[in-house]
């Protein structure tokens, strides 16, 4: 059985952890599926956006803790696996389309990580979420500490991570962790609802637009001017920009369900 279910429809992307026995707790044979799949996304220019979710009544319960628990490495060893372990999320952070988590039960550990490094991200109401890395003596990992101090504060990114607790959908949201949080029923269906109404946006102008925002978090003030500069004058030079503004001068409906540029670099 597959850990990771991949499907496409109407132009999205879906991808679903799926060892459901184990909460999707994530693995080396996840990581190798979801950089697998995550190229061939970016390779596939009519897939214009991303669900990622867990199979069953979980998202993902972190890492694999009987698994690591085996592992005899030496501290260079561990680190390569975690270069490798961290592609995955520099991947998927890197895709030039809008990327939703849809996070139903548990996110902890990496699966917390891994709902961090989506675009959106929706959760049902039942939802919890911890940073359980301090629980077993291990420090975050998969960009946690790079993204959740830029969502909730230094502050309060060092509560969640120290204390290693538990939050419900409700506070997740109210500290600036979620979008939205919908019915358990409802929530795979605004996640597609979501995905598709992003997928319907010029395609090359929202993978400038995700750069430049992520881009905004390091660079100075008169740098991310520039770097709008050129980005609207790419966009507005462009075929999409020119099929837009005449239809829109026709007030007839916009077209934006064009494949993505068939090439489209990480920054």
């Not at 005899?72 to 990327?99: F, G, K, N, Y």
């Not at 980005?231 to 005449?246: C, P, R, V, W």
């Amino acid at each position: 059985m597959s850990v990771l279910e991949f499907s496409r429809h109407e132009g999205v992307a879906t991808l679903v952890m799926s060892r459901p026995g184990v909460k999707n707790a994530y693995n080396s044979e996840m990581g190798t599926a979801l950089l697998q799949a995550l190229d061939e996304i970016r390779r596939d220019p009519h897939l214009r956006a991303v669900v990622l979710t867990g199979a069953g009544e979980d998202f993902c319960a972190g890492g694999d803790v009987g698994g690591m628990s085996r592992m005899d490495c030496s501290a260079a060893e561990l680190r390569t696996r975690m270069e490798a372990t961290h592609r995955v999320v520099a991947e998927l952070v890197a895709l030039p389309c809008p990327v939703i988590a849809a996070v139903d039960g548990v996110a902890a550990g990496a699966g917390f990580s891994l709902a961090l490094a989506a675009d959106f991200t929706l959760a049902s109401e039942r939802a919890r979420f911890s940073m359980a890395f301090a629980r077993i003596g291990a420090v975050p990992d998969m960009g946690a500490t790079y993204i959740l101090p830029r969502l909730v504060g230094l502050q309060k990114a060092r509560e969640l991570i120290y204390s290693a607790r538990e939050v419900t959908a409700a506070q997740a949201l109210e500290m600036g962790i979620l979008l939205e949080v919908v019915a358990t029923a409802g929530l795979h269906a605004r996640a597609s609802e979501l995905a598709r109404s992003m997928s319907e946006q010029s395609p090359s102008a929202f993978a400038m637009t995700k750069r430049l925002l992520a881009q905004s978090l390091n660079n100075d003030w008169h740098s991310q001017l520039s770097d709008e500069a050129w980005a609207q004058a790419i966009a507005m030079s462009g075929d999409y920009f020119k099929d837009a503004t005449a239809r829109f001068m026709r007030k007839e409906p916009l077209r934006y369900r064009w494949p993505r540029p068939a090439r489209s670099e990480p920054s």
